[in-house]
């Protein structure tokens, strides 16, 4: 079993959809938890951390359920800009070290 | 402020050649992050550093790669020999503190003839 896994998509939706994107992780002493965002041929960027409250930041809503070990990523009013990769990335020892899901690619059409 | 900087953008080399890969941190950063993303395994840390010291090298595939970081400025990735299946991007990142956001460079997209 992969450590952190996600559905890899495509997520195809049109402008102004709201899309959810899930992500479980497997070792239950995982500290910390981040949404990355790639786009495509480029590097990730921190698209936000994930709070054990959830947390919001604009149209982009992440939640963490520890007891069900999994963490959400809830994007509303969709723009073309969104059409990215997305990748769950956890921190299981507040080392450095960043486990990175295989990442989920949506595609927002006009 | 400048970024992450690696260097060469692309390279493709044939088999059996040696590869290095070069980065520079952004300036204040203490710790420094390898990775290789391919298709098939997506993004995976190779090895990291703190202060210089190289921590976890765990996810160094085998003993052709070897990773140095002489000063807090500079770091290399070596390959060799070079194999086909080392074809990837090779992503470096560098964050304040080991525990911080980490910032990535462009990467280095490899093809191994």
């Known amino acids: 079993r992969k450590e952190v896994e996600q559905d890899p998509g495509p997520f195809n939706v049109p402008e102004g959809a709201t899309v959810a994107f899930n992500c479980t992780y497997s070792?239950?002493?995982?500290?910390?938890f981040f949404w990355y965002r790639q786009d495509c041929r480029k590097e990730p960027k921190l698209l936000m951390s994930?709070?054990?409250s959830g947390n919001e930041d604009g149209r982009f809503t992440a939640q963490l359920n520890r007891a069900s070990q999994y963490i959400s990523l809830l994007i509303r009013d969709s723009k073309l800009s969104d059409s990215a990769t997305y990748l769950c990335?956890?921190?299981?020892?507040?080392?450095?070290?960043?486990?990175f899901g295989q990442g989920t690619t949506l595609q927002v059409k006009p | 402020d400048a970024g992450v900087i690696q260097s060469p953008r692309h390279e493709v080399t044939e088999m059996g050649q040696e590869v290095t890969l070069r980065c520079k941190p952004i300036?204040?950063?203490?710790?420094l992050f390898w990775y290789r993303q391919t298709m098939m395994r997506g993004l995976e840390l190779l090895i990291y550093?703190?202060?210089?010291?190289?921590?976890?090298d765990s996810g160094m595939p085998e003993d052709r790669f070897s990773a140095k970081m002489p000063n807090a400025s500079f770091s290399t990735l070596k390959i060799q020999p070079s194999e086909p299946r080392d074809s990837a991007v090779y992503f470096c990142?560098?964050?304040?503190?080991?525990?911080?956001?980490?910032?990535f460079g462009p990467g280095t997209r490899l093809t191994v003839l």
């Open positions: 990142a560098s964050s304040r503190q080991t525990n911080n956001e980490q910032f």
């Open positions: 070792n239950s002493a995982s500290q910390s």
């Open positions: 994930v709070y054990s």
């Open positions: 990335v956890v921190n299981t020892d507040n080392t450095g070290k960043l486990i």
């Open positions: 300036s204040g950063h203490n710790s």
């Open positions: 550093f703190n202060n210089n010291v190289p921590i976890d």
